[in-house]
T-cell receptor, first 111, second 115 residues
Framework: EDQVTQSPEALRLQEGESSSLNCSYT??????LFWYRQDPGKGPEFLFT???AGEEKEKERLKATLTKKESFLHITAPKPEDSATYLC????????????FGTGTLLAVQP | DTGVSQDPRHKITKRGQNVTFRCDPI?????LYWYRQTLGQGPEFLTY????????KSRLLSDRFSAERPKGSFSTLEIQRTEQGDSAMYLC?????????????FGPGTRLTVL
């Protein structure tokens, strides 16, 4: 059973067309939900950490929110340079520090 | 640049050969992680160290894989008798290790191709 699911798998937007990416999870005992951006051939770049339902964080055109079952990454007025794969990851359970990643959403923003 | 660095960036090897990768974490970070990523998938956890102690290993880490962090600074990941299924991007990450803070910062990765 998948513990973290991202949707959609791919999203194509026009420049300036706002949208949201979804990360839903089924685990209990969440100890952090993380958003990363990954460009082709590079390592993931850290964006946000969310720890509790109701928490929100913003950075430039990106805003991440968290509920008890899912997180959204809202992209406002995207630009072509926002094109990348966006990954969410979970840390949950007891003493572990590993992250469990989703398969990502591939975002393409066309000028 | 004070980020996580990995060497080499690319490695092409023949099946059956041994390979070793190096990771240098952010200098003040005491936790170091190894992940593996294949095309179209998210990174999968392999193992992690706190200082020089290897505290957790995934079942993905078969007997052919070994990781070390001898002085609590850089780490190496060795794959013995490589197989074509080992072809992937190997990612290293580090974090501060403070209670409640597990923000992991990734390096550029080492892309392994096994022929």
């Amino acid at each position: 059973e998948d513990q973290v699911t991202q949707s959609p798998e791919a999203l194509r937007l026009q420049e300036g067309e706002s949208s949201s990416l979804n990360c839903s999870y089924t685990v209990s005992g969440l100890r952090g939900l993380f958003w990363y951006r990954q460009d082709p051939g590079k390592g993931p770049e850290f964006l946000f950490t969310l720890y509790s339902a109701g928490e929100e964080k913003e950075k430039e055109r990106l805003k991440a929110t968290l509920t008890k079952k899912e997180s959204f990454l809202h992209i406002t007025a995207p630009k072509p340079e926002d094109s990348a794969t966006y990954l969410c990851a979970l840390r949950y359970g007891g003493a572990t520090n590993k992250l469990i990643f989703g398969t990502g959403t591939l975002l393409a923003v066309q000028p | 640049d004070t980020g996580v660095s990995q060497d080499p960036r690319h490695k092409i090897t023949k099946r059956g050969q041994n390979v070793t990768f190096r990771c240098d974490p952010i200098s003040e970070h005491n936790r170091l992680y190894w992940y593996r990523q294949t095309l179209g998938q998210g990174p999968e956890f392999l193992t992690y160290f706190q200082n020089e102690a290897q505290l957790e290993k995934s079942r993905l880490l078969s007997d052919r894989f070994s990781a070390e962090r001898p002085k609590g600074s850089f780490s190496t990941l060795e794959i013995q008798r490589t197989e074509q299924g080992d072809s992937a991007m190997y990612l290293c990450a580090s974090s501060l290790g403070l209670a409640g803070n597990n923000e992991q910062f990734f390096g550029p990765g080492t892309r392994l191709t096994v022929l």
